[in-house]
């Protein structure tokens, strides 16, 4: 009976699970999605709590209230801008629980491991294991706790693939023979030796895609787990999390017009030699004050607002849509271009402008934004800098170079809010700052977007 219950709430975390995802991926119903999730989740706790051989409660308490002790804190005051090192960090609990329950349970099943079950606990301990020491990699390079950039060596692909290579045997060997427990040591300090050896080579810029690869890891290392506890809902949630995080990882990757095979194993974020240095370049930019701003602004019919990184640091977000009713105000049409990688993580602007009640259909994607663009009369770029480099389409040897990138450009004006002339994530100057039509209004996206209100309220 008690499993009975079990198996039909399993089903429905399961189908919230699907609906959580399928609501996530737009900004209307993403908070149902959020919703939706969570539910399940408590659906799943619950299902586990009656299952029959639960038997006693108390480390399962004491677990729950070790988890929340973590996490409340984690969810209440890490700042957005630094979400992808908290999400990587959230990947490294989930995937150490992952293979803590291979490793239990291959102790407690010998002697009668049979050998699908091992190879399942194999895959287990080997998936979870990488993404352990991946994520606090990821972690400790984004935080700056590490070298954010690539370490290379000669024949490190080689090291890399020998290390796998030795986890592989291992789990061939222990489908012949599961009572070698030493060999499963073995599988298990390889996997963990693989994810350090997996980041070294990456840089920075792409730990984010990273990121989401690790965690579509975590999700195949829950259904290993699944299929030996014979768990429907960890097997669901798993598939669901190893399939959503390896296709964010290809949307991201095209989006930055990077490839898997460059991401993996080609040292990324190393700026090209022939890249311009943007402290480096010596050529003139036109910079104004707010006033200056104001009158461009002025009589202007459409405006697209680009928001970028600097916003979320600056945490401008409530300015901008201030800025945004001030021009609406004074007879502008106003749209908010969004880059699919603007900011530090996936929908980073969508979610601190829907934070600032930005209607969501003043939020053009990529395409609708570059039509706009060309019509626009002002561009304002907020703390953009390298998703609107011109270097994207004209540089070949450029490290942005292929990447889609919102055309402000080819505005009639285009006003950037930045506080110098300093590069963003990729490293390298930008065309953009030295054209005819574009103004530099230098300071903090914040203070700069509430000067420009304040002189387009009194010019209106
Ligand atoms: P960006 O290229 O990193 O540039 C941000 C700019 O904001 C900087 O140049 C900085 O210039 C300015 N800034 C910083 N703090 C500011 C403040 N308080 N006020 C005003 N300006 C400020 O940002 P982006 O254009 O959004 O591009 C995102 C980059 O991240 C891309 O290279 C993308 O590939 C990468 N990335 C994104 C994701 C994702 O999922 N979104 C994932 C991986 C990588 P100053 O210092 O001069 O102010």
Redesign the pocket.
Known sequence: MRDTVAQYLYIAAGLLFVFAIKWMTAPTTARRGVLAGEAGMLLAVVGTFVRPEITQYTWIVVGLMAGAAIGVPLAAFVPMTAMPQRTALSHAFGAAAATLVGVAEYILRQPHLDRFTMVVLSFEVLLGGLTVTGSLMAFAKLQGLIQGRPVTYRGQNIVNLSVLAIALTGIVWLAIDPSAAAVFAVVVVAAVVFGVLLIVPIGG?????VIALLNSYAGLSSVAMGFALDNKVLEIAGALDGSSGFILAVV?CRA?NRNFRNILFGAFGQVSASSKDAQADDRPVRSGNSIDGAAILDGARLVVIVP???MA??QAQHKVRELSDALERNGSEVRFAIHP??????G?MNVLLAEADVPYDRMVELAEANDLLSRADVAIVI??????NPAARTEPGSP?YGMPILDVDRAGSVLV??????????GIGNDLYHLPNTTMLFG??KQVVGSLVSDLGENG
Not at 205 to 209: E, F, K, L
Not at 341 to 346: C, N, Q
Not at 383 to 388: K, P, Q, S, Y
Not at 417 to 426: E, L, T
């Open positions: 810029a792409d730990m984010p895609t991201m930055m970028g990184y600097g640091v600056a990688v603007a900011g530090r993580m996936p980073h703390g953009a800098n390298d998703v609107t942005v809010i930045k506080r110098s002339m300093a590069s963003g994530f990729a903090d996206a």
